[in-house]
């Protein structure tokens, strides 16, 4: 079998989740919300069901979908596209981010991931034959260095896959930060993949700055979003690219043939709710960020120390300053197994261990779980520090 793939193991987040299953620890480790999204949107996808469509849309999406996309990104974000000709509907960004890799990549080529990263970037860009240089962010800021990043490019260097919101820093790429990848990949001829899934999830009257639309950077830019984290349901799977033409066309011959369609029941809902106005993602923000400072608090109160949250559905804790002298993944399998929460270590988003012991939370649940998560982690801390 392929070396790639038979030497992975289950993702962390499958794997926490499933340790929390069966011991009945409160799940704050895999991001999804406790709750379903808007009931609005859920009736219509039944409604689609029940009426159609239910056979094959177009392979790159119900130019319904598509023109809503584009609506949704001119208005929240000033980005204008080409419905027709720049946008891909995908089975969410995890088939997006696949896609984008394997229409980008040849082998021998170079990609620049930033850690921490995602945890699918690094296995897919190696099954396209390319090989990763990581330019690693630190914490409190999670800024880019410029020489850190100008010394990772090489003539080989093809592509930077970029998170913003960064998962799980919940940090944002600012437009400093952001301008100096672009000088970067224009002087060298890169593609940006920008891995924008939580776009609209920063809080506290911050703003997510989308890579293309960084002077320079619009035609060699691949912006990828989620359905499932712009409306909460992250089983949804549809995702958006966009692109420009010469990008999408090739893109969309990797999705053909990857999954060639998304279904379109979902499609038609996911539509719908793509207009809702800029107040409905107001309040969505507002409701994630009271859920986050219910937990900050609280685990201050107990001791803990956390890191800042602009944005996603996370809050770091950083284990030595909070007394506890463990690394990450030792504190997250006795924390689940003993003290009946779940969390996710960060080192499952570095390559190599990181410097610094911290854990993430997912504060998307209700008060009720987000106490009993504080319980866990208050008793963690009593047995391990
Ligand atoms: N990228 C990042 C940074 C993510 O956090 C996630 C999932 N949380 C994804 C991609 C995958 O998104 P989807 O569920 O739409 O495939
Ligand atoms: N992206 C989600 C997270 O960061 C999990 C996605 C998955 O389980 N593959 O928790």
């Known amino acids: 079998m392929n070396p ?37 949107i859920r009736r219509r996808a039944a409604d689609a069901v029940m009426r159609g469509p239910n056979q094959y849309p177009p392979m790159r999406g119900l130019p319904h979908l598509r023109e809503a996309v584009a609506e949704h990104y001119a208005r929240l ?41 995602y945890d699918s970037y690094l296995p897919m860009l190696r099954r396209a034959g390319a090989t990763a240089r990581f330019v690693r962010l630190y914490p409190p ?27 799980p820093s919940a940090s944002l790429i600012g437009a400093e930060d952001l301008a100096l990848i672009a000088a970067q990949c224009i002087k060298h001829n890169c593609i940006v993949i920008s891995d924008e899934v939580w776009e609209h999830c920063v809080f506290d009257g911050m703003r997510h700055t ?49 999954t060639f369609t998304t279904p379109p029941m979902l499609q038609e809902a996911v539509a719908f709710g793509l207009a809702k106005p800029a107040a409905h993602f107001d309040e969505m923000r507002q409701n994630l960020a009271r859920a986050r400072d219910r937990l900050a608090t609280a685990l201050h109160h107990e001791g803990f120390v956390t890191l800042p949250a602009a944005g996603t559905y996370f809050l770091g804790v ?35 261990a990181p410097e610094r012991a911290l854990v993430r939370l997912c504060f998307a649940k209700s008060d009720a779980t987000l106490d009993r998560g504080v319980e866990g982690l208050a008793k963690a801390r009593r047995l391990l520090a």
Request: proline share 6%; hydrophobic share 50%.
């Open 318 to 352: 950083d284990l030595a300053a909070s007394g506890i002298p463990l690394i990450d993944t030792d504190f997250a399998v006795r924390a689940v197994k003993e003290c009946g929460v779940a969390t996710i270590p960060f080192s499952a988003f570095y390559n190599r």
């Open 210 to 258: 989308p890579m293309l639309s960084i002077p320079g950077m619009r035609d060699r830019t691949i912006k990828i979003g989620s359905a499932g984290k712009i409306f909460s349901m992250t089983g949804w799977k549809v995702g958006f690219a966009c692109a420009a033409p010469a990008l999408t066309e090739v893109f969309a011959k990797a999705h053909q043939f990857i």
């Open 141 to 167: 800021d999670w800024r880019v260095d410029p020489a850190a990043l100008a010394a990772a490019f090489t003539l080989k260097t093809r592509a930077v896959v970029l998170n913003t919101p960064l998962n």
């Open 4 to 40: 790639i793939y038979a030497s992975l193991s289950d993702t962390i987040f499958d794997g926490m989740s499933a340790l929390a299953r069966e011991t009945g620890a409160v799940n704050l480790g895999q991001g999804f919300p406790e709750w379903d999204g808007p009931e609005d």
């Open 77 to 117: 974000q000033g980005v204008a596209l080409d419905w027709k000709t720049e946008i891909t509907i995908t089975s969410g960004a995890t088939e997006a981010l696949a896609a984008a890799l394997l229409a980008v990549l040849s082998p021998g080529d170079e990609v620049i991931l930033f850690e921490p990263m």
